[in-house]
């Protein structure tokens, strides 16, 4: 193989590129969601002009590629010379990203968790620091096999539903793994959610039909639901939301969606029809609601987002299938978080697609 530099030299542009890299990278980096780069228009609303848009494109999450430093003109030039040196003599470094994101939850500190069934592992974009970060420990040593669910739970911990494991892991802020719950008592938990005022956490054990609540102890305290097609009863139960003191289930091959509410929570109303039409449900996954009471659906199997009202109303669509931007490949989880925004996990193409809600009278 011809040598187009002497290795010392070569050692040298080594060392030089990771003095500049480290200069460069002193800087903090900004998560950036990238809105204004979508090819399809930089305001992209749903629905389209001339109705009133509720609706705004705010950008998509794929990995380590949403962090960015701040431009530093000459240092940075340099420094992106030595590191394209570099790269010829050992090879480019293959960005994290996103491969089958599952599900997702945000905290107060606006910390974004991604669980990813194929990683088998949870991104955590964390805005603040300005880095994304990669959780794969479930439990000690063993990692994750099939992370679904997540919620942020008691004590602002990390809640995760394995459902090849058959377990809720339960992670610090820095993803150390403690004491799990649910094993040998869950079949195959999927979705999850937790109630703050209560301090329960709420678990969709899909194989079991049923919803099985714990406490802080990991004690199993009651199971919601049983096998069939009446309310209040569920047939492979996969995605929950917590809001508003509401339980919402997404009772998957009954094709609708559940609500619970008050003290128990005891079954309150539910919503959905099977059908071929576009706001009927055939394959329903995540669902969440806003601030205004709007509730989301994933529809897996037509690749859309539903929205309904409170009252379980059909009010628009949002989707189709595709790779452009506002369309999915079979999307999983859709969550909110405490600004409206609302988050997609469009699995089968790698990232999770971020919409902002424009409030009425806003």
Same mark, same amino acid.
């Given at each position: 193989?011809?040598?187009?530099? =002497? &290795?010392?030299?070569?050692?040298?542009?080594?060392?030089?590129?990771?003095?500049?890299?480290?200069?460069?990278?002193?800087?903090?980096?900004?998560?950036?969601?990238?809105?204004?780069?979508?090819?399809?228009?930089?305001?992209?609303?749903?629905?389209?002009?001339?109705?009133?848009?509720?609706?705004?494109?705010?950008?998509?999450?794929?990995?380590?590629?949403?962090?960015?430093?701040?431009?530093?003109?000459?240092?940075? /030039?340099?420094?992106?010379?030595?590191?394209?040196?570099?790269?010829?003599?050992?090879?480019?470094?293959?960005?994290?990203?996103?491969?089958?994101?599952?599900?997702?939850?945000?905290?107060?500190?606006?910390? %974004?968790?991604?669980?990813?069934?194929?990683?088998?592992?949870?991104?955590?974009?964390?805005?603040?620091?300005?880095?994304?970060?990669?959780?794969?420990?479930?439990?000690?040593?063993?990692?994750?096999?099939? =992370?679904?669910? %997540?919620?942020?739970?008691?004590? $602002?911990?990390?809640?995760?539903?394995?459902?090849?494991? /058959?377990?809720?892991?339960?992670?610090? #802020?820095?993803?150390? =793994?403690?004491?799990?719950?649910? #094993? $040998?008592?869950?079949?195959?938990?999927?979705?999850?959610?937790?109630?703050?005022?209560?301090?329960?956490?709420?678990?969709?054990?899909?194989?079991?039909?049923?919803?099985?609540?714990?406490?802080?102890?990991?004690?199993?305290?009651?199971?919601? *639901?049983?096998?069939?097609?009446?309310?209040?009863?569920?047939?492979?139960?996969?995605?929950?939301?917590?809001?508003?003191? #509401?339980?919402?289930?997404?009772?998957?091959?009954?094709? +609708?969606?559940? %609500?619970? /509410?008050?003290?128990?929570?005891?079954?309150?109303?539910?919503? /959905? &029809?099977?059908?071929?039409?576009? $706001?009927? &449900?055939?394959?329903?996954? *995540?669902?969440?609601?806003?601030?205004? *009471?709007?509730?989301?659906?994933?529809?897996?199997?037509?690749?859309?987002?539903?929205?309904?009202?409170?009252?379980?109303?059909?009010?628009?669509? %949002?989707?189709?299938?595709?790779?452009?931007?506002?369309?999915?490949?079979?999307?999983?989880?859709?969550?909110?978080?405490?600004?409206? #925004?609302?988050?997609?996990?469009?699995?089968?193409?790698? +990232?999770?697609?971020?919409?902002?809600?424009?409030?009425?009278?806003?």
């Amino acid at each position: 193989m011809r040598r187009l530099t =002497p &290795l010392p030299a070569l050692g040298a542009l080594a060392l030089s590129a990771v003095i500049l890299a480290g200069c460069a990278t002193e800087q903090k980096r900004v998560l950036h969601f990238g809105m204004q780069e979508a090819p399809e228009g930089k305001s992209l609303v749903w629905p389209a002009p001339p109705d009133v848009p509720r609706y705004l494109y705010a950008g998509e999450l794929t990995g380590e590629a949403n962090f960015r430093t701040p431009e530093r003109e000459a240092v940075d /030039g340099v420094a992106s010379f030595f590191r394209w040196a570099v790269g010829l003599i050992l090879g480019e470094k293959q960005p994290v990203t996103l491969q089958r994101p599952q599900s997702g939850a945000v905290d107060e500190s606006g910390r %974004i968790y991604v669980t990813d069934m194929s990683r088998q592992a949870v991104f955590v974009f964390d805005p603040q620091a300005g880095e994304l970060l990669v959780w794969d420990k479930a439990e000690g040593l063993a990692n994750f096999a099939g =992370p679904v669910g %997540i919620t942020v739970g008691f004590g $602002g911990r990390i809640y995760v539903a394995d459902a090849e494991l /058959g377990i809720v892991a339960s992670l610090d #802020r820095d993803g150390n =793994p403690g004491q799990s719950m649910g #094993r $040998g008592v869950l079949k195959r938990p999927t979705g999850l959610a937790y109630d703050p005022l209560r301090q329960r956490l709420y678990v969709a054990d899909t194989y079991a039909h049923d919803i099985k609540v714990f406490d802080a102890a990991g004690k199993l305290v009651r199971t919601l *639901g049983r096998a069939g097609e009446e309310s209040g009863e569920f047939n492979y139960p996969t995605y929950l939301a917590f809001a508003k003191g #509401r339980l919402y289930v997404t009772d998957a091959l009954n094709a +609708r969606i559940q %609500i619970f /509410g008050g003290e128990g929570p005891e079954f309150e109303q539910k919503f /959905g &029809l099977r059908g071929l039409y576009v $706001g009927n &449900l055939v394959r329903p996954k *995540g669902v969440a609601a806003d601030s205004d *009471g709007n509730v989301y659906v994933i529809e897996s199997y037509y690749d859309h987002l539903l929205i309904f009202n409170a009252a379980g109303r059909f009010l628009m669509p %949002i989707g189709g299938v595709g790779t452009q931007t506002g369309k999915f490949y079979l999307p999983a989880g859709v969550w909110v978080d405490n600004r409206n #925004r609302v988050f997609v996990a469009d699995m089968f193409n790698g +990232r999770v697609v971020v919409f902002q809600y424009l409030e009425v009278g806003g």
